[in-house]
């Protein structure tokens, strides 16, 4: 079944088109990796899913869930089960640890405590260090705190943008990791990256360059793809 939908989408930046009908699906329950070059419009594409920048007027659609949530308000999007976890400014600095997570449950009015710790033991490194100021931690730390925060709502669906940028093989190798543990425990992921490794965690991969699709299909098929290695995936 089908948890997201996106057709025929165009938008961009006041004038500057940036994506130009780009057309993806993701199933419940997979991982969809979303892969390119810098400048291809990844980070676009989330931004327009999520209701960040608006698509173009009558060009293109977003469903989610089987209802068309194009243009929705932004603050609606965390209450329907979508949260977005942006590569940067993803963290309160000035904020320890727990209270970031307390921040990302302000919608709710239930006690959150229950799911917080569901975070620290998904995150054990942020259990140990919850009264730390987030802008005290390595880059690794903030990426697992940044997704933690977005969990705290207990979305369906996580949208996450390049979350291994920047980070050392072995961080990167456990961030994966916790992707597929989240993935495993319920939570469909659309994943935008650089890392040819998002492939091996992916059921699906679209490779997308210069606003537009370029090739789709099991990640299984694109990773064995020599010619889509060459262009897109460094090989």
Same mark, same amino acid.
């Given at each position: 079944?089908?948890?997201?939908?996106?057709?025929?989408?165009?938008?961009?930046?006041?004038?500057?088109?940036?994506?130009?009908?780009?057309?993806?699906?993701?199933?419940?329950?997979?991982?969809?990796?979303?892969?390119?070059?810098?400048?291809?419009?990844?980070?676009?594409?989330?931004?327009?899913?999520?209701?960040?920048?608006?698509?173009?007027?009558?060009?293109?659609?977003?469903?989610?869930?089987?209802?068309?949530?194009?243009?929705?308000?932004?603050?609606?999007?965390?209450?329907?089960?979508?949260?977005?976890?942006? #590569?940067?400014?993803?963290?309160?600095?000035?904020?320890? %640890?727990? !209270?970031?997570? &307390? =921040?990302? @449950?302000?919608?709710?009015?239930?006690?959150?405590?229950?799911?917080?710790?569901?975070?620290?033991?998904?995150?054990?490194?942020?259990?140990?260090?919850?009264?730390?100021?987030?802008?005290?931690?390595?880059?690794?730390?903030?990426?697992?705190?940044?997704?933690?925060?977005?969990?705290?709502?207990?979305?369906?669906?996580?949208?996450?943008?390049?979350?291994?940028?920047?980070?050392?093989?072995?961080?990167?190798?456990?961030?994966?990791?916790?992707?597929?543990?989240?993935?495993?425990?319920?939570?469909?992921?659309?994943?935008?990256?650089?890392?040819? #490794?998002?492939?091996?965690?992916?059921?699906?991969?679209? %490779?997308? !360059?210069?606003? &537009? =699709?370029? @090739?789709?299909?099991?990640?299984?098929?694109?990773?064995?793809?020599?010619?889509?290695?060459?262009?897109?995936?460094?090989?």
């Amino acid at each position: 079944m089908s948890i997201l939908k996106v057709e025929k989408v165009v938008s961009g930046y006041e004038r500057m088109e940036i994506l130009h009908q780009i057309s993806l699906e993701v199933q419940e329950g997979q991982i969809v990796s979303l892969l390119g070059p810098n400048g291809a419009g990844k980070t676009t594409l989330l931004r327009a899913i999520f209701g960040i920048l608006p698509l173009r007027q009558g060009q293109g659609k977003v469903y989610f869930k089987g209802e068309d949530i194009s243009n929705f308000p932004l603050e609606r999007m965390p209450r329907i089960g979508m949260c977005y976890v942006p #590569q940067e400014e993803n963290v309160f600095p000035s904020l320890t %640890i727990q !209270e970031n997570l &307390e =921040m990302g @449950a302000f919608i709710l009015k239930a006690d959150c405590t229950p799911r917080m710790e569901e975070i620290y033991e998904l995150f054990p490194d942020l259990s140990n260090r919850r009264k730390s100021r987030a802008g005290e931690l390595s880059g690794g730390m903030r990426q697992m705190l940044a997704i933690g925060r977005a969990l705290m709502l207990n979305p369906q669906m996580l949208l996450l943008d390049e979350p291994s940028s920047g980070l050392s093989p072995l961080l990167v190798d456990i961030i994966f990791e916790r992707i597929k543990k989240l993935n495993e425990a319920g939570v469909t992921i659309l994943l935008v990256e650089q890392n040819a #490794q998002a492939l091996q965690c992916a059921d699906r991969a679209y %490779i997308l !360059e210069g606003g &537009e =699709m370029k @090739a789709e299909g099991s990640a299984r098929e694109i990773l064995k793809d020599e010619e889509i290695g060459r262009l897109y995936l460094g090989r």
